[in-house]
């Protein structure tokens, strides 16, 4: 009896906040979004999606290349634009070229803060100080200045601000930066969110599990780790099990990620839409199975659990 009592309040409760999440702002067609990394992945799907729901979209790329490309696919509403995160100078010219898109009159609606790179796979002592600063310039330190320096257009507009982290900000999976810098913009997060409240913006935080984009390609994950084993001392591949040890790690965690990896990227895009247009949106967004069914009950287990399941044998 107590588990179906149970089971009703937790059905009621779900669908209370369904039926809560579905009422969306009005006058679209008015509003205007920065988003951030858009060379590819959801940054780039995002933009074009927003663009045809009416959204005024300030595309920010990395390479000219990109720019030219995304911003032949968005309408005369929409502008792609370049902007290095992890460049103060770069983030400065970005903001002077957003100030003379918006009008005067407007502020910015939304920031999606997306911009990000991989960490380096392997164990800690293989990677330098600067190889993990980096993935912080880019992943935490980025995306706190591009906060920074649009938080007042932002207070104008009394809008939204959207940050990317990852199911990683919850579970640590081994590796050097990734983690950390996700975990640090959860934590940034939730620190501005109760500051920028009185301001009337909102802050949520999109946590994907793992998705087939050009941040998980094998390429991008795996290239750098085999480059630094190369580099490695006959000494150092011999204390960490020598090159079948390395090549069987890496074959087991390559099926992992291609398992776990959905291709349905629109759950992610569609997440962030939410975000930025529902009257009441969620703080946080956990996308994917793996992340709703695996990662977040695994964060809520003691360490014991997570250090049995992720340890390096």
């Given at each position: 009896m107590?588990?179906?009592?149970?089971?009703?309040?937790?059905?009621?409760?779900?669908?209370?906040?369904?039926?809560?999440r579905?009422?969306?702002?009005?006058?679209?067609?008015?509003?205007?979004?920065?988003?951030?990394?858009?060379?590819?992945?959801?940054?780039?799907?995002l933009?074009i999606?927003?663009?045809?729901?009416?959204m005024?979209?300030?595309?920010?790329?990395?390479?000219?290349?990109?720019?030219?490309?995304?911003g032949?696919?968005?309408?005369?509403?929409?502008?792609?634009?370049?902007?290095?995160?992890?460049?103060?100078?770069?983030?400065?010219?970005?903001?002077?070229?957003?100030?003379?898109?918006?009008?005067?009159?407007?502020?910015?609606?939304?920031?999606?803060?997306?911009?990000?790179i991989?960490?380096?796979?392997?164990?800690?002592?293989?990677?330098?100080?600067?190889?993990?600063?980096?993935?912080?310039?880019?992943?935490?330190?980025?995306?706190?200045?591009?906060?920074?320096?649009?938080?007042?257009?932002?207070?104008?507009?009394?809008?939204?601000?959207?940050?990317?982290?990852?199911?990683?900000?919850?579970?640590?999976?081994?590796?050097a930066?990734?983690?950390?810098?996700?975990?640090?913009?959860?934590?940034?997060?939730?620190?501005?969110?109760v500051?920028?409240?009185?301001?009337?913006?909102?802050?949520?935080?999109?946590?994907p599990?793992?998705f087939?984009?050009?941040?998980?390609?094998?390429?991008?994950?795996?290239?750098?780790?085999?480059?630094?084993?190369?580099?490695?001392?006959?000494?150092?591949?011999?204390?960490?099990?020598?090159?079948?040890?390395?090549?069987?790690?890496?074959?087991?965690?390559?099926?992992?990620?291609?398992?776990?990896?959905?291709?349905?990227?629109?759950?992610?895009?569609?997440?962030?839409?939410?975000?930025?247009?529902?009257?009441?949106?969620?703080?946080?967004?956990?996308?994917?199975?793996?992340?709703?069914?695996?990662?977040?009950?695994?964060?809520?287990?003691?360490s014991?659990v997570?250090?049995?399941?992720?340890?390096?044998?």
């Open positions: 107590i588990l179906y009592i149970f089971i009703g309040v937790c059905s009621l409760i779900w669908l209370v906040e369904f039926l809560f579905i009422p969306k702002i009005s006058n679209l067609s008015n509003k205007y979004v920065l988003i951030t990394g858009c060379d590819s992945g959801f940054g780039n799907e933009a999606q927003l663009d045809g729901k009416g005024h979209v300030i595309a920010s790329c990395l390479t000219e290349k990109a720019r030219h490309e995304l032949s696919s968005l309408s005369r509403r929409s502008s792609a634009i370049l902007m290095n995160v992890a460049d103060h100078g770069s983030v400065q010219e970005a903001l002077n070229k957003v100030r003379e898109i918006i009008p005067k009159s407007e502020g910015l609606w939304g920031l999606v803060n997306n911009a990000g991989t960490g380096y796979g392997g164990a800690m002592e293989w990677w330098s100080r600067d190889e993990y600063k980096r993935v912080l310039d880019v992943n935490l330190f980025g995306l706190i200045d591009v906060t920074k320096v649009f938080t007042p257009m932002l207070k104008q507009g009394r809008g939204r601000i959207v940050n990317v982290a990852s199911i990683c900000g919850r579970v640590v999976i081994p590796e930066g990734y983690c950390i810098s996700k975990f640090g913009v959860e934590c940034f997060s939730d620190e501005i969110r500051q920028l409240k009185a301001f009337g913006l909102s802050v949520c935080i999109i946590e599990g793992f087939k984009t050009a941040i998980a390609d094998d390429g991008n994950v795996f290239a750098p780790v085999r480059a630094k084993w190369a580099e490695l001392s006959p000494e150092t591949r011999h204390e960490f099990g020598g090159q079948e040890a390395f090549e069987s790690k890496i074959a087991k965690v390559s099926k992992s990620l291609d398992s776990l990896a959905s291709r349905n990227t629109g759950k992610v895009v569609n997440a962030m839409e939410h975000a930025l247009t529902a009257k009441y949106p969620k703080k946080r967004y956990s996308v994917g199975y793996d992340a709703k069914l695996y990662f977040i009950p695994l964060s809520y287990m003691p014991v997570t250090d049995f399941l992720f340890r390096d044998d």
